[in-house]
């Protein structure tokens, strides 16, 4: 699989508009080459250089196997009319919050899995249950990274 975004190009800054310094709009995404099988999408995206870890920015489940991308500025709600659910991030927020980093910069990978399955989670799910429903029923991921402050 392959994931990509219009936004920003893999390892390259992530645009203003997309972070909590300014609009907090969730960046568009789009895959292809998805395997045979697949029945759903999930996304994560995480800081992987927090000071205590990685942190949850955007759970986004239930995304339909037929799908090929996320809108930009995806609305924050629970449920759409797609069936798509989003989760809960680590500021207890529904749906997408930006970089705006604290300890001054960060890499934030956004990751799709191919999912043999479409997760029995709930809206507003948080990354534990998330981690526990995708286990077992990976069929491929794809990662891009933005950046975020100084290199």
Excluded at 36 to 65: K, M, N
Excluded at 89 to 110: E, K, T
Aim: include cysteine; hydrophobic fraction near 40%.
């Amino acid at each position: 699989m392959q994931l990509k975004s219009p936004q920003f190009a893999d390892g390259q800054a992530l645009p203003i508009q997309y972070t909590a310094d300014a609009s907090d709009f969730a960046p568009a995404l789009e895959w292809d080459d998805a395997p045979e099988g697949t029945r759903s999408f999930a996304l994560l995206c995480e800081d992987q250089d927090g000071p205590h870890g990685p942190w949850t920015h955007w759970l986004v489940y239930g995304i339909p196997g037929a799908a090929f991308m996320l809108a930009p500025k995806l609305a924050r709600m629970a449920e759409h009319p797609s069936g798509l659910r989003q989760g809960l991030n680590d500021w207890g927020r529904l749906g997408y919050s930006g970089p705006a980093p604290g300890h001054g910069s960060g890499r934030y990978v956004f990751t799709v899995y191919a999912l043999d399955t479409d997760p029995d989670l709930p809206p507003r799910a948080g990354r534990k249950d998330f981690d526990a429903a995708l286990q077992g029923h990976v069929l491929a991921s794809a990662s891009i990274v933005a950046t975020y402050g100084a290199p």
